[in-house]
């Protein structure tokens, strides 16, 4: 089992910044994926950013441009930082890790922008 714990969630002004961490612990092996998704209200939970083992990055049009994904190998932890945050950011974030087949995912950490 692979346990990932999320932090950096919390309240922000339109324009303003955030940045999520997301550690993982447990059974590491080999993580092929590390990555953030998100889910507002009402709505089905849609990717955000993932970085591979190697550093590719792959980023979601909505995001590209403001936010940033990167990890750290040697804490097993990956960032996402959040520029030029709009309203329609706020959504309670997922951090999730691919292993071996398997999907896990952190307990989610909300985002809330105010206008």
């Known amino acids: 089992q692979v346990q990932l714990e999320e932090s950096g969630g919390g309240l922000v002004q339109a324009g303003g910044s955030l940045r999520l961490s997301c550690a993982a612990s447990?059974?590491?092996?080999?993580?092929?994926?590390m990555g953030w998704y998100r889910q507002a209200p009402g709505k089905q939970r849609e990717l955000v950013a993932t970085i591979t083992g190697g550093g590719r990055t792959n980023y979601a049009k909505r995001v590209k441009g403001r936010f940033t994904i990167s990890s750290d190998n040697a804490k097993k932890t990956v960032y996402l930082q959040m520029n030029s945050l709009t309203p329609e950011d706020t959504a309670v974030y997922y951090c999730?890790?691919?292993?071996?087949?398997?999907?896990?995912w952190g307990q989610g950490t909300q985002i809330t922008v105010s206008s």
């Open positions: 999730n890790a691919a292993q071996s087949g398997k999907e896990y």
């Open positions: 447990g059974r590491i092996f080999s993580i092929n994926v």
